[in-house]
């Protein structure tokens, strides 16, 4: 035991020594690589009044630090589940809000049954979607980006309680996805626009649910 509380920054010593984290909670910080992470998920652990079994849990939604974007267009089913594999991602956040005419393959009903027999669990989150009244006005350059990304962050502030225990929830289960139609999350190639998923993505870090993202393209 002495021998992991060694491998913990100096206050996070200061700490055990002082009483106010156990050394089975230094266990499970010496747990986090990053030493300026260690201070933090230990000054957590006494906000919270954490034991160490609520400690050891709450590590895997601290660890989980990276938000990932995913498009299909252009894709294959195979294509989209060795992609999210490759990347170790265990939950798929389906943002779309209509999705009535889109590839069989990746309709919701399928990717439920699907990707559960992949390991990766499939939630549908349509409340993050954008609506076709406000989607097609903004993909046809009727509306400016700007006015697209205020509307849609209000939009997702007005739909908080909708999501945020399940994005909370499914961090404890490992990496996260967020799923839409567009292949790439900012304008490339031909694709014009920008896809909401990258307006989503950046505010989910803002809001300190995650550190970073990774877009995979």
């Known amino acids: 035991m002495k021998k992991l509380v060694l491998k913990v920054h100096e206050d996070v010593k200061k700490l055990v020594a002082e009483g106010k984290l156990t050394l089975g909670h230094a266990v499970i910080i010496s747990k986090i690589e990053d030493p300026a992470k260690q201070v933090k998920f230990a000054q957590l652990i006494i906000k919270n009044s954490w034991s160490v079994k609520q400690a050891e849990e709450a590590l895997i939604e601290f660890l989980n630090d990276t938000i990932f ?22 939950v798929v956040f389906d943002v779309r809000h209509d999705v009535e005419f889109v590839k069989p393959e990746f309709s919701p009903e399928l990717l439920k049954r699907q990707l559960p027999v992949h ?50 929830d499914a961090k404890r289960k490992g990496f996260i996805a967020l799923l839409c139609v567009e292949r790439y999350p900012k304008p490339r190639g031909s694709q014009s626009h920008y896809c909401h998923r990258d307006v989503l ?6 809001q300190g649910f995650f550190e970073k993202r990774l877009d995979i393209t």
């Not at 509307?151 to 908080?160: D, F, G, P």
């Not at 993505?201 to 803002?206: E, N, P, T």
Request: with cysteine; glycine share 8%.
């Open 201 to 206: 993505a950046d505010y989910l870090i803002k």
């Open 69 to 90: 974007t995913i498009g299909y267009k252009g894709r294959s089913f195979e294509e989209f589940v060795e992609l999210l594999k490759k990347h170790e991602v265990k």
């Open 119 to 168: 390991g990766i669990a499939y939630v549908q989150l349509g409340e993050l979607g954008v609506p076709k009244i406000i989607r097609e006005p903004y993909i046809e350059g009727r509306l400016s980006f700007e006015c697209f990304k205020q509307w849609y962050l209000w939009w997702v502030e007005r739909n908080r309680n909708e999501w945020e225990a399940k994005l909370r």
